[in-house]
């Protein structure tokens, strides 16, 4: 059984708020770049920016990072695991970064991520937005900009669907077992 928890206008709204966060906190968009972890983090992430361009009339620079390689459980991920380019094209240096993803939960995928983006560049700071925070860490990782808190249990997924990906915007829970996280 699924339950939804965020609809298209939930999400559009989530992410607004989030971008306003981001303009408050960084006194605007002067100097700062969005990055999106694949595969949900990247439209999450230009969806931002275009919110940030309709508040700020600047459009942040957005970029992609793959962390594939960098995730701590790579080796049992064997075939499964599914390489996608990462794509920073601007330079890092003393750049505020906002990394993006869709789903919080461990804070390993993060972890991968920050040691990725360290490759490309040295950000001046590093900031984080989700879409879900669903708890369980099992590493000291927040995020600055969270869409929606929503408390699971470890036997349940949370499964994040984008138009950009051929579905319906909306985020949904479900038991485990269904190939979500």
């Not at 699924?2 to 992410?15: K, T």
């Not at 990055?35 to 992430?45: D, K, Q």
């Amino acid at each position: 059984m699924a339950v939804e928890v965020l609809d298209s206008d939930g999400i559009r709204r989530a992410l607004t708020r989030i971008a306003h966060e981001i303009v408050e906190r960084n006194d605007g968009v002067e100097g700062l770049a969005l990055v999106g972890i694949h595969t949900c983090g990247v439209p999450l992430a230009r969806r931002i920016a275009e919110a940030l361009a309709r508040i700020e009339g600047s459009t942040p620079p957005v970029g992609a990072i793959d962390i594939t390689l960098y995730r701590d459980d790579a080796g049992r991920l064997g075939a499964t695991a599914r390489m996608e380019p990462s794509d920073i094209p601007f330079d890092l240096q003393d750049r505020k970064v906002v990394l993006v993803d869709d789903v919080l939960y461990t804070g390993r995928t993060i972890r991968a991520a920050l040691d990725a983006l360290i490759d490309f560049g040295r950000p001046a700071a590093v900031q984080l937005a989700v879409l879900i925070d669903r708890g369980h860490r099992e590493l000291p990782i927040r995020a600055d900009y969270v869409g929606k808190n929503v408390p699971t249990s470890r036997s349940q997924k949370v499964r994040v669907e984008l138009g950009e990906h051929g579905e319906r915007d909306a985020v949904w829970i479900e038991e485990a077992g269904n190939g979500t996280r």
